[in-house]
T-cell receptor
Framework: NAGVMQNPRHLVRRRGQEARLRCSPM?????VYWYRQLPEEGLKFMVYLQKENIIDESGMPKERFSAEFPKEGPSILRIQQVVRGDSAAYFC?????????????FGPGTRLTVL | QKEVEQDPGPLSVPEGAIVSLNCTYSNSAFQYFMWYRQYSRKGPELLMYTYSSGNKEDGRFTAQVDKSSKYISLFIRDSQPSDSATYLCAMRTPGFKTIFGAGTRLFVKA
């Protein structure tokens, strides 16, 4: 059973370009979470999605950032008009159906560098 | 004040030592307490989780939660060089939103 998959693993963009990060959850998992990790900092929650629904996006910047989890295909985190401060590691996690506690399984991350 | 405080280290110990990692928190609504291990350039992997207060042991790892003091600990016995990693504490209320500490970098010297 493959784990959470993220691609690309490394992404380089120039200021003003768009970045698209993809996450395929573990088989049987319908919940996806995106986190951002800056150097020397812990993971910061960004958004929680279920298929075709955004459940909570309270951690996501109001501008330039968006996320989706379509009925078919991977979850996408989209960053428009990237700036240097967007450089970070972005991790996706998935979990099975909603219960009080569900272990979140993390992918290997996408490291975004903005030049 | 951050919701979860964790000393970033680094912490350097000799092989075989007992390691103690700690976090404090301010939100009394947290009920699930987790420890993740993250190797360089990898995603976090769950080591242990505890519901509410108490101790939990798994091999060389012991997790403790003291809700009255808002303090959690992870102990690693007989530490090995392969334990060298960043250890992240994390906490949740019932639901999904997980708050992570900044992580403590651990180096175990052979």
């Amino acid at each position: 059973n493959a784990g959470v998959m993220q691609n690309p693993r490394h992404l380089v963009r120039r200021r003003g370009q768009e970045a698209r990060l993809r996450c395929s959850p573990m088989k049987g998992h319908s919940h996806v979470y995106w986190y951002r990790q800056l150097p020397e900092e812990g993971l910061k929650f960004m958004v929680y999605l279920q298929k075709e629904n955004i459940i909570d996006e309270s951690g996501m910047p109001k501008e330039r950032f968006s996320a989706e989890f379509p009925k078919e295909g991977p979850s996408i985190l989209r960053i428009q008009q990237v700036v240097r401060g967007d450089s970070a590691a972005y991790f996706c996690a998935s979990s099975p159906a909603d219960r009080d506690y569900n272990e979140q399984f993390f992918g290997p991350g996408t490291r975004l560098t903005v030049l | 004040q951050k919701e979860v405080e964790q000393d970033p280290g680094p912490l350097s110990v000799p092989e075989g030592a007992i390691v103690s990692l700690n976090c404090t928190y301010s939100n009394s609504a947290f009920q699930y307490f987790m420890w993740y291990r993250q190797y360089s350039r990898k995603g976090p992997e769950l080591l242990m989780y505890t519901y509410s207060s108490g101790n939990k042991e798994d091999g060389r790892f012991t997790a403790q939660v003291d809700k009255s003091s808002k303090y959690i600990s992870l102990f690693i016995r007989d530490s090995q060089p392969s334990d060298s990693a960043t250890y992240l504490c994390a906490m949740r209320t019932p639901g999904f939103k997980t708050i992570f500490g900044a992580g403590t970098r651990l180096f175990v010297k052979a």
